[in-house]
């Protein structure tokens, strides 16, 4: 081979193998560059994803209970229960005996919106062994918002009295009220109805008439609670007949022994001016006794 030639021939080596050299750094700097791109995107991508995923929530969406979610505490008719049990009598022992017992509840369920209550009462006396006195007594109060100023109410009362010879009276009613003061010390109410009445006696025909029906009522504490006064009035004159009126008081001094303790004094009186000929229309007594309860 000619030297020329072989010249040649070496340069075209040396040519392919440059080209060949460089093709190879093009190739793997493209697979370079894609891997590098691969990264970054999968980088990138991950990133996005972490953020979408770590994303905080506001905080009214965490702290703040959604209204339909949130616990609402259920509608109750009475949620307060008061009462009080008295016993009250007067006994006495010499050129006449005389032996006299009163027995006397206070019930008093409260609500929001509603308030019942009822104060039935027994008596029960005798007069040189004679039976003079077995009354009964039961009556039921409905107001309604009453922990307003003014209120209304309903009431109906079932009595019985051996003393002024009834055999059934029977009342029924409403009306409005309001209170006039209520705090810790005082509280007084005036109340004034509309009543049906009926009364049955043991020997005059039986009497219907319609009544209103004035209540003067007021509870009062002095010296830090060591002294109470409790006072109840009720003035009933007949619509249909002014010469048939009907009252009523009981007048209370009460001494707290405890909590749950107290004794007492009450005097009460009553007036009816339709009677029974051998009965008397005024009444009144004394009594001192004992009442336990949380009202």
Partial sequence: MKIGAFTDHCKQVVALLFWKNALMKNFTCYRFYKLTAFFIFLTASTAI???DTLKVLPVDSVTVVKPDTALIPPKVLIDTVRYRFIGDGNFTRGNVNRSLMVLRAELVFSGPVINIATNPRFTYGKQNGVLAERDTYADVFVDVFK?????????GVLETSNLRRIVLRQMAGAGIGYRVIKTKKNDLSLTDAILYESTNFAEIKTVTTIRNSFRIKGKHSFLQDKFRFNHLTFIQPALNDFSNVRWNTIMSLELPLNKWVTLRTS???SYES???STRKR???RITFGISVGNK
Avoid: I, P
């Fill in 49 to 51: 994803a972490q953020k």
């Fill in 147 to 155: 922990k307003r100023k003014t209120y209304v109410f309903g009431l």
């Fill in 267 to 269: 005097f009460e009186n």
């Fill in 274 to 276: 339709v009677v029974e």
């Fill in 282 to 284: 005024n009444d009144s």
